[in-house]
Every structure is written in structure tokens, then in C-alpha cells.
């Protein structure tokens, strides 16, 4: 199996073939991501294709000293960023679409709880840093350069994210069950 890199390197040289790979290897895990940044499934799917587009154009622009994941997930949050739409009223509820995307995404899940959880408490970005270190699997130097953000930034939202995520899990468990757990 090739690395994003050597994918990288053959679609330069003219690959349509390793794009689609690239397209192949990414395309559930962005819209995955991009499904709890957009108002609807349309605007993630759409995000989805601007993100590639921008990646096929720019591909030349790609440096390899950084993970190609991180700098798609940064094109990709730039495309979620320009699609936000100002705040819903009441003559646009026809066009949302009823279906939560984070439950749609998690559905039938263990981590469900979590994920609502942490959509409903944390911040956009606190949100983005969480998913991309523990859904994307991303370090810290990778979620910092995706967020533009600095490293002690992304080391303190996570800890921040981590505990406020943990005291709403509890608050909602029942004691017994809280104690069960503990031993």
C-alpha cells in the first residue's frame, strides 16, 4: 500500500489513479468530520468535494516535512468555515434537515453520549481538536498546524475538553452506577 506521499508524489506526475486513491483513503473520514461542522449532510458532502477540488489544485503546494492528513483536514476546515450559514429563522426550517449529522454519524454507538456531549459544551474549535485527536487519531503538532493553532493551545484545549466532557458524563450518571464503575 502506498503513503499519502508517494500518492502525493504520482498524482504530480499525472496519476488520476492516485488521486483517486488519495480520494479513496479520505473521503468517509472528512465528511465524517465535516458532518458535525456543516448545517446539513448537502453542506458536509459539498465541503467534501470543494476540499478535493482545492487539494487537486494546490496539490503542488503540499509540503511533505508535514502528514498530508493534517494539511487536507486544514483545507477542509477552511471550506466548513466559508460555508457557515448565519444563524437559522424560523422561515428556513424547510431547508434543515431533521436528522442531527453527529447522531447520524455516531448512530447505534458507544460513544454517542460523548460525542453530543461534547458538540453541545465545547467550542467549534475545542470541538475540532477533540475529534481529530481522538476520532482522526492526529498528534498534537498535526491538530495544531490543521487549527492554526499554537501547540500549548491544542495540549490545553484537549485537557480542558477531556475534564469538562468527564464532569458532565458524571453529572449525568447515577450514583450507583458511578460508584459500580469505580469498583
Known amino acids: 500500500m502506498l ?10 506526475q499525472g496519476s488520476a489513479a492516485a488521486f483517486d486513491d488519495i480520494v479513496g483513503r479520505y ?20 465541503a467534501v468535494q470543494d476540499t478535493f477540488i482545492n487539494a487537486y489544485r494546490y496539490l503542488a503546494s503540499f509540503d511533505s516535512r508535514w502528514r498530508f492528513s ?50 453541545r459544551l465545547l467550542s467549534d474549535d475545542a470541538y475540532d481538536a477533540m475529534w481529530l485527536r481522538y476520532i482522526e487519531d492526529l498528534s498534537v503538532k498535526e491538530i495544531s498546524s490543521a487549527l492554526d493553532k499554537s501547540a500549548s493551545w491544542t495540549k490545553v484545549t484537549l485537557l480542558r475538553g477531556r ?21
Open 70 to 119: 493534517t494539511w487536507i483536514y486544514r483545507i477542509a476546515i477552511r471550506n466548513a468555515a466559508r460555508q457557515r450559514r448565519p444563524e437559522w429563522h424560523d422561515s428556513d426550517v424547510e431547508l434543515v434537515d431533521d436528522s442531527d449529522p453527529l447522531k447520524e454519524c455516531l448512530a447505534h454507538s458507544e460513544q454517542e453520549n460523548i460525542w453530543l456531549a461534547a458538540k
Open 163 to 183: 475534564r469538562r466532557l468527564s464532569a458532565e458524563l458524571r453529572s449525568n450518571t447515577p450514583a450507583a452506577e458511578r460508584r459500580e464503575s469505580y469498583g
Open 3 to 12: 503513503t499519502d506521499e508517494q500518492l502525493v508524489e504520482a498524482s504530480l
Open 27 to 46: 473521503q468517509e473520514k472528512l465528511l465524517r468530520f465535516l458532518l458535525t461542522r456543516s448545517a446539513c449532510r448537502a453542506d458536509a458532502e459539498d
